[in-house]
Each structure stands twice: as C-alpha cells, then as structure tokens.
C-alpha cells in the first residue's frame, strides 16, 4: 500500500525558514517523480514543486521559484522541501504526491499545515 | 500562465447527472491530456479520472470524463451523497502542472 506521510509543518516568521519532509511506503521510491502541491485556507489546489527519480532535473511554480527548493533522498525514501524568505501568501497546508503510473499526483499524502504569521 | 476555469458551484438530487466544465486558456491545453481530483471535505486530494477519461482502479462507473478542444468535462451519473465534495481538473502547460479553480458539489 501506497503511503505518504508529510511533516515540518508549523508557525514561522515571515522572513524564516521551514524544511517539510514526506516519507514514502510501499513502493520504489527511487524510481518515481515527486510533487508537492499546497492548499491555502478555503481555496484551491496549487502546484509547487516537482523532482524526478535520481533528483537530477526539478520545476517550480512561479510563485516559489528562487524561495523553494525540493530535493530527495532515496537511501532514505523521503522527499523534501525547503522554504526560504516565507511570505504571509505561503501560509497554506502542503501535500506531497507520487507519479507511479504516469500520472501527475495520483497518490497524495495527508498534508502538514504550514502558517506564516508574526 | 495558463488558466484552467470551473465553475465556482453544481449541484444536484440525489440520482441526477450533474456535468462540471474546464476551460483552459492555453494552446497546450488542446492538446494535452486532463487529470480530475476529488476532495472530499476535510481530506487530501484523490485522483479520479487520468488522461481525460480514463478511471483507476476502484473509482466508480458513475464518474466519467472527456476532452474536446478546449474544454473538457466531468460527469457524475447517478448523483449519491458521498459525492459532495470538491472537484478540480488539471494539465500541463510546458513544463507547469496547473490545477482548475475548482468546483464544490452539493447534492439537494
């Protein structure tokens, strides 16, 4: 069974940083692209980030490039996402999510909620 | 960037079809395929329906899609309360994953 376990969410400072990471189970990890999606408060589903298999070629939203950066670790089965210079409009719940069958984010994780605010 | 456009809200009795449109506003989007979500309230995203109108496994008949153009189409037959949810359709532009604006179903 597919499992996908985000944490690192929290309360930060505009201005700070914040790494998320998602565990992966239950599948190759090593061989997959990965997504991170983010959900503000009441609204709709935003892309983030994406990396594939060996980490070697990543994309980013518009809104996050040069803030952001996604990387992986397949020793360890984990995805990450570093956020830098976070702004009050980043404040959203993060999702991590799988490409297994050559389908952008057909598995999602639960989410960990990530709040700017001073 | 490009646009994918629902409409904000649909809805429906029990055992109705209700249709959901998605209109993109790129020419990638002609020719690209289109992915629709489920969310149910409270939960993480599902994927409901890959490359315009395929369901994975253990997705009900009842939910079906397609593509003309475009715009494409989501449609829920034989509407059931456990539909209630919210609906997005997403593509690529480029090298971009844009999600719809999204569309909250209610059923009467």
Redesign the interface.
Known sequence: EVQLVESGGGLVQPGGSLRLSCAASGFTFSSYWM?W?RQAPGK????VS?INSDGSTT?Y??SVKGRFTISRDNAKNTLYLQMNSLRAEDTAVY?CATEL?N?????????TLVTVSS | QSVLTQPPSASGTPGQRVTISCSGSSSNFRSNYVYWYQQLPGTAPKLLIHRNSQRPSGVPDRFSGSKSGASASLAISGLRSEDEADYYCAAWDDSLYVFGTGTTVTVL
């Open positions: 997504y999606v709709g589903l935003v892309w994406r994309g939203a518009d999702y069958v389908t952008p984010c057909d598995y999602w994780g639960q989410g």
